[in-house]
C-alpha cells in the first residue's frame, strides 16, 4: 500500500551537526607511576599519556638519611652535594628540609636541559616573598637577566619560572595561579615545549591533567645555561629557600597526564536493535576527563563508532566495550534482530530539485520520520533527518545520509507484503 504525503509549505534552516559524548564524575584514585623503577610518588591521581621513562634526565629523590650525596636515582652520575639541609621522615614520606639562611645543593653541571623539558617536584612552605626577598628553588642562570638558563622561586606566595636568554628584558615567566604557601605538600610540575609554540609554556599545581597556567614563549631560541644547577639558593649566596623539598624529576621532553578513573558505567548492559536500526549508549565516567574507546566483539553483526552509536548490521549478538584509558571497562549485549518484511517499508523521499531519495527502512523509522517531519513542519524540531546506511559489503562503515526538511517536496512510504 502507498501512502503519499506532500509538502504544506518549506521553511528556511541552518545546517548545523554536533555531536558529543557527555561523561560526569570526580576523581579519587591511586596513581600508576611514569616510571615505577624511578619515580618515588605513588598517592597521584594521574597516568602518563605515554611512556616517558627514556625521557627522564635525572631523578632526585631526596630520600637519604644520612651522608652528604643528593643521588641522581638513575645512577649514570649527576648527583650532588647536600650543604646543610636535613632530612625529615615522617607519614609524608622521608625529604630535605631547607632552613632559608643557608641550604642548598649544588651540582656539578646545568643537567637541565637546553630544549624542551618537564621539571617536576614535591613542594611544603609556608613563605611569601617579594621583589626584594625571593626564596630560588632550582636556578642555573645566577638569578640575573643578563645570564642565560632557568631559575624557579616562591613570589607573592606563587611560584615563578623563569626563562633567561643573556639579554635584559628578553625571558619569560610563567606563575602558577594557584598559591602554594599554605604549609601543605603541592605537586608542581613545569612544562615547556622549547620553541613559541601557542601556550608551550605550562605549570601544573596538584592537578597534572589540567594545566594551571599557561602562556606562549615569545622566543624561539633555545636556552644553554649560564651556571651548574643549584637547588635552595642562586649561585651568587642569597634567595635562600626555605620549607620542604622531595622528588625532584627532569625530563627532556614535555610529560602530558590524563586523569585516572575510578570507574565507567553504561546506561545500558543490554540492548535490542532491529537489522538497520542505530542506538547511542551513554558512557559515564569517573572523572569527566578520561579518554575512552568503544569496540565491537563482532562488527558483522553489530558496528560502534567514537561516540557509542551502535548500528546493526545482521541478526545476531555482539558485546560492545567501552574502556577508559587505564583500562577500565563495561559492557552491553546486542542483540540485533532481522525484522519481518511486514515491519518494513521503502520510504522515497522526492527533493525539490526532482531527485528520489530511497530509503529501506523498518516502519519504527517511518514513524520517527514522519514525527520529525510534522515537528518541523510546526517550527520545531532538528532542520534535518539522519538516515545511519550499511553497506554490506562493508559492515564496518557505516554512512549518514542528511536530508534536510526544506529541500523536500513530498514523500510516500511503500508498505512490502509477505
Known amino acids: 500500500m502507498r501512502k503519499k504525503f506532500n509538502v504544506i509549505g518549506l521553511l528556511l534552516c541552518t545546517f548545523f551537526v554536533a555531536t558529543s559524548v557527555m561523561f560526569s564524575g570526580g576523581s579519587n584514585k591511586i596513581f600508576a607511576d611514569v616510571n615505577k623503577a624511578t619515580i618515588a610518588t605513588n ?10 621513562s627514556s625521557s627522564l634526565v635525572a631523578n632526585y629523590k631526596m630520600d637519604e638519611t644520612s651522608g652528604t650525596v643528593c643521588k641522581n636515582s638513575l645512577g649514570n652520575g649527576n648527583d650532588g652535594t647536600y650543604n646543610g639541609t636535613t632530612s625529615v621522615t615522617d607519614s609524608d614520606g622521608t625529604y630535605r628540609s631547607f632552613n632559608g639562611t643557608s641550604d642548598y645543593i649544588q651540582f656539578n653541571n646545568s643537567i637541565l636541559p637546553t630544549g624542551k623539558k618537564t621539571i617536576r617536584f614535591k ?16 636556578d642555573t642562570a645566577d638569578g640575573h637577566t643578563n645570564n642565560k638558563g ?9 611560584i615563578r619560572f623563569y626563562l633567561d636568554r643573556g639579554i635584559a628584558g628578553t625571558g619569560d615567566c610563567i606563575d602558577t595561579k594557584t598559591s602554594i604557601n599554605d604549609n601543605k605538600w603541592h605537586e608542581i610540575m613545569f612544562t615547556w615545549t622549547g620553541d613559541d609554540s601557542t601556550d608551550g609554556m605550562k605549570v601544573y599545581v596538584d592537578n597534572m591533567s589540567i594545566a594551571d597556567n599557561e602562556v606562549t614563549h615569545q622566543y624561539a631560541a633555545v636556552h644553554s645555561q649560564t651556571d651548574k644547577l643549584t637547588v635552595g639558593k642562586i649561585q651568587s649566596n ?18 602530558e597526564y590524563n586523569s585516572i578513573s575510578t570507574g565507567i558505567t553504561l546506561n545500558k548492559t543490554s540492548d535490542s536493535i532491529n537489522v538497520g536500526e542505530t542506538d547511542t549508549l551513554s558512557a559515564t565516567v569517573n572523572p569527566s576527563s578520561v579518554v575512552v574507546t568503544w569496540s565491537s566483539s563482532d562488527s558483522s553483526i553489530a558496528t560502534v563508532d567514537s561516540n557509542g552509536k551502535i548500528t546493526g548490521v545482521k ?26 518484511s511486514s515491519d518494513k517499508a521503502a520510504l522515497n523521499i522526492t527533493m525539490t530539485n526532482g531527485q528520489v531519495k530511497q530509503y529501506n527502512v523498518t516502519m519504527n523509522e517511518v514513524n520517527k520520520f514522519i514525527s520529525w517531519y510534522k515537528l518541523r513542519s510546526a517550527g520545531s524540531g532538528d532542520p534535518f533527518y539522519e538516515f545511519d546506511i550499511t553497506q554490506s559489503s562493508n559492515p564496518n562503515i557505516v554512512r549518514t545520509d542528511y536530508v534536510i526538511f526544506d529541500k523536500i517536496s513530498s ?7 509477505k
Open 43 to 52: 598517592t597521584e591521581k594521574y597516568v602518563p599519556k605515554k611512556d616517558y
Open 238 to 255: 642569597d634567595k635562600y629557600f626555605k620549607g620542604l623539598l622531595s622528588n625532584i624529576q627532569i625530563y627532556n621532553d614535555v610529560l
Open 123 to 138: 613542594i611544603k612552605t609556608d613563605v611569601v616573598g617579594n621583589d626584594d626577598n625571593c626564596y630560588v628553588i632550582l
Open 315 to 340: 541478526a545476531g549478538q555482539a558485546t560492545i566495550t567501552v574502556t577508559t584509558a587505564d583500562g577500565k571497562t563495561a559492557t552491553c549485549v546486542v542483540t540485533v534482530t532481522d525484522s519481518d
Open 411 to 417: 514523500f510516500e512510504v511503500d508498505d512490502y507484503t
Open 150 to 158: 632557568f631559575t624557579c622561586f616562591v613570589y607573592n606566595g606563587i
